[in-house]
Antibody, heavy 124, light 110 residues
Framework: QLQLQDSGPGLVRPSETLSLTCTVS??????????WGWIRQPPGKGLEWIGS???????YYNASLKSRVTISVDTSRSQFSLRLSSVTAADTAIYFC????????????????WGQGALVTVSS | QSVLTQPPSTSGTPGQRVTISCSGG????????VNWYQQFPGTAPKLLLF???ERPSGVPDRFSGSKSGTSASLVISGLQSDDEAEYHC???????????FGGGTKLSVL
């Protein structure tokens, strides 16, 4: 059974960089059928996709966050990571990592496995 | 402000049929398939339906979905108390070149 485990500091100071890592176990991060993504959920609000990356390292990002986001992958460690720079209180959220299925049929994209989520609070 | 629009809340009684709507546009629901996620408080979302109406293994057939034009619906038949959760719709958006979500609908079972 595939498992994703997100980890990282729970508190980040304003203007600093948020860093999270997702470790994949029970399956290969190098599978050609999937991307690996980050999604966040501010307290009491809906989900927001941040970005995704292929195992070979081709990331794509939410345009609204693109200037501050970097997603990378380390296949040797079965991990992918998120860095979000210049954070503010608006970046306080639960951050989820997830496996993104790219369906064989055009237009089919969905997240089928999710990490448990990591609460990150931006505060001085 | 979410790209896809869902009602913030809805409710039903056990055994009832409940429908949750999700409205979008040409670039997302109008062009791509819709997915639904179920989320209980304090837990990660779980994939409930993908490709408009396909159920992952283990999801009861009480859950079904449909899509018409730029709108989609999640239907829960034979409502049960443990269906009380938040439901999120999502789709790929060709204009934004990424996945977009609805704001979520909190379902209460009275």
């Amino acid at each position: 059974q595939l498992q994703l485990q997100d980890s990282g500091p729970g508190l980040v100071r304003p203007s600093e960089t948020l860093s999270l890592t997702c470790t994949v176990s029970g399956g290969s991060i190098s599978s050609s059928s999937y991307y690996w993504g980050w999604i966040r959920q501010p307290p009491g609000k809906g989900l927001e996709w941040i970005g995704s990356i292929y195992y070979s390292g081709s990331p794509y990002y939410n345009a609204s966050l693109k200037s501050r986001v970097t997603i990378s992958v380390d296949t040797s460690r079965s991990q992918f990571s998120l860095r979000l720079s210049s954070v503010t209180a608006a970046d306080t959220a639960i951050y989820f990592c997830a496996r993104e299925v790219i369906g064989a049929t055009e237009g089919v994209y969905y997240f089928d496995y999710w990490g448990q989520g990591a609460l990150v609070t931006v505060s001085s | 402000q979410s790209v896809l629009t869902q009602p913030p809340s809805t409710s039903g009684t056990p055994g009832q049929r409940v429908t949750i709507s999700c409205s979008g546009g040409i670039s997302n629901i109008g062009s791509n398939t819709v997915n639904w996620y179920q989320q209980f408080p304090g837990t990660a979302p779980k994939l409930l339906l993908f490709n408009n109406n396909e159920r992952p293994s283990g999801v009861p057939d009480r859950f079904s979905g449909s899509k018409s034009g730029t709108s989609a619906s999640l239907v829960i038949s034979g409502l049960q108390s443990d269906d009380e959760a938040e439901y999120h719709c999502a789709a790929w958006d060709d204009s934004l070149n990424g996945q977009v979500f609805g704001g979520g609908t909190k379902l209460s079972v009275l």
